[in-house]
């Protein structure tokens, strides 16, 4: 799996990759639609990781908290 950190101006949000009912690849807000501070981030990561442990983090600058890529987001 991949996790998508975005680091923005009011806060962070972790992007989840997922599959939409078509099979088509999406993106999760997996922290809600909210920001959400650095702890809250790094918590969400760590749950992840213990259940897949070759799960790929990418963190990006992101001031809107869009990601940088094309993607559809749900």
Known sequence: GILV??????GMSVLSQMRTADG???WMRATGPVPVDQ?????YVERQ??????????????????????????
Not at 5 to 10: E, N, P, T, W, Y
């Open 39 to 43: 702890a809250a981030a790094d918590a």
């Open 49 to 74: 990781t213990r259940f897949d442990p070759d799960l790929w983090v990418l963190e990006f600058e992101s001031p809107d908290l869009l990601p940088p890529f094309e993607g559809k987001i749900l």
């Open 24 to 26: 088509e690849a999406a």
């Open 5 to 10: 950190v975005l680091h923005g101006r009011k």
